[in-house]
């Protein structure tokens, strides 16, 4: 895939993602519809036009060709020693979560009761792992992919995973917002590959979503999660059952 059809991909998914048509960035630009369809399925968009479409799409330049390059590839991993720092100390990790979902420095000393000697202190430290690159004014900028992944027996799953998958699913789930769907089925091989495809697609999407979304102002984002599981299991019900003795006839 070229690099224009990649950036045209990343603007569809912004453009999806918004809720937004043709008609609207047609109305938006001040042309026709038709004509917005043809750049879009020709790829023949100015430099200035295109501006002006992220403009419309409350999104910047910069964070759509950022998009565009992270639909190419596989995931980006930290290294080991990075994950290990973060995982031995939560408010340097929490930092970090906060820094990749596009929070601004001083709303995270705000926020979190951080005064500028401790903040100062761990941005420091996430320079010296170069996790971020320190910059005047108290801003920052990510030296990894936000859209990462922590290693599956990683130092920070390790440490984690099992205390947030708990903390998480001790909720009712209920309200507009919240679902919480649990199935147990006997599938065949193949179905189960065709469900685990479609959860990652699932995940990706989610992740895609989040990128895009992190141009925002803060007023505008909720943190989410979403907790997608898969595996052979049997509920301990039926390995009870099958261990019980039957009942002998006429016997109560």
Known sequence: ???????????????????????DLAGGLGVSEPTVKRMFSSGRIDLARLERICELLDIDLFELVRLARGARGHRERLDMAQEAALAADPRLLLVFHLLCNDWKVPVIRREFGLDVPEATLLLARLDRLRLVELLPRDRVRLRVARDFEWREDGPVRRRYAQVATGEFLRDAFGGRDALLVMEVRELGDSSIAVLRRKLEHL?????????????????RRRSAGMLLALRPWVFSLLDSLRGA?????GGR
Do not use: C, H, N, W
């Open 203 to 219: 995940a990706a999407e989610f992740r895609e979503m989040a990128t895009i979304d992190a141009t925002l102002p803060p007023a």
């Open 245 to 249: 003795e039957p009942e002998r006839a």
């Open 1 to 23: 895939m070229s690099e224009r059809d990649t950036l045209l991909r990343a603007l569809k998914q912004v453009l999806k993602q918004r809720g937004m048509r043709y008609a």
